[in-house]
């Protein structure tokens, strides 16, 4: 069974931090990894995806993948209180068409203004 | 250019009866797959389902649920009998024939309450 795994947390960062968050996962064919937020009552919403080894920035945020080490990560960078979220870390498998999106259980990040 | 839609937002069953789930993907879209949350819980994965074919059910428990993505109308996520157990929030998500670095977008969601 394919897993993924987060912190649950809940993480807490003052305003102006950097929050760093953490995904580990468990099948070595995975080709796909993304990252949602998820506010309370309200459905996930994409922020970013990587798929090569290394950094992808965008603005805020950074994610780091490492495929050696079966780890993702995201960083956010000056958090915001409007940063406060689920975050949910997915996978996806091969690099067929067929896969299916496996999520980690999300690590809750509180913002402290 | 509508995206995820899923209806009813909020559905209440009293045990026993039947819960009949909607998802209509955003426009171009021919994968669909159906997620459960619990509360304070992440989503965990039930069907894949592409345009009148079952790619993957392996997270959708055997009894009383089923799915269908037929060629005409939105994905159906059924449930039979329903129990206590069943309340939870069902996504729905969407992806076009994809790639490495094809994101699905959700739907906002049905909220299952079973008294």
């Known amino acids: 069974q394919k897993e993924v795994e987060q912190n649950s947390g809940p993480l807490s960062v003052p305003e102006g931090a950097i929050a760093s968050l953490n995904c580990t996962y468990s099948?070595?064919?995975?080709?796909?990894f993304f990252w949602y937020r998820q506010y309370s009552g309200k459905s996930p919403e994409l922020i970013m995806f990587i798929y090569s080894n290394g950094d992808k920035e965008d603005g805020r945020f950074t994610a780091q993948l490492n495929k050696a080490s079966q780890y993702v990560s995201l960083l956010i960078r000056d958090s915001q209180p409007s940063d406060s979220a689920t975050y949910l870390c997915?996978?996806?498998?091969?690099?067929?068409?067929?896969?299916?999106?496996?999520f980690g259980p999300g690590t809750s990040l509180s913002v402290i203004p | 250019n509508a995206g995820v839609m899923q209806n009813p937002r909020h559905l209440v069953r009293r045990r026993g009866q039947e819960a009949r789930l909607r998802c209509s993907p955003m426009?171009?879209?021919?994968?669909v797959y159906w997620y459960r949350q619990l509360p304070e819980e992440g989503l965990k994965f039930m069907v894949y389902l592409q345009k009148e074919n079952i790619i993957d059910e392996s997270g959708m428990p055997k009894e009383r649920f089923s799915a269908e993505f037929p060629k005409e109308g939105p994905s159906i996520l059924r449930i039979q009998q329903v129990v206590r157990g069943d309340s939870a929030a069902y996504f729905c998500?969407?992806?076009?024939?994809?790639?490495?670095?094809?994101?699905?977008?959700f739907g906002q969601g049905t909220r299952l309450t079973v008294v």
């Open positions: 998500a969407s992806s076009p024939l994809i790639g490495l670095n094809t994101e699905a977008f």
């Open positions: 997915a996978v996806r498998g091969a690099e067929t068409s067929y896969d299916k999106v496996i």
């Open positions: 426009k171009g879209h021919s994968h």
């Open positions: 099948d070595r064919g995975s080709q796909s």
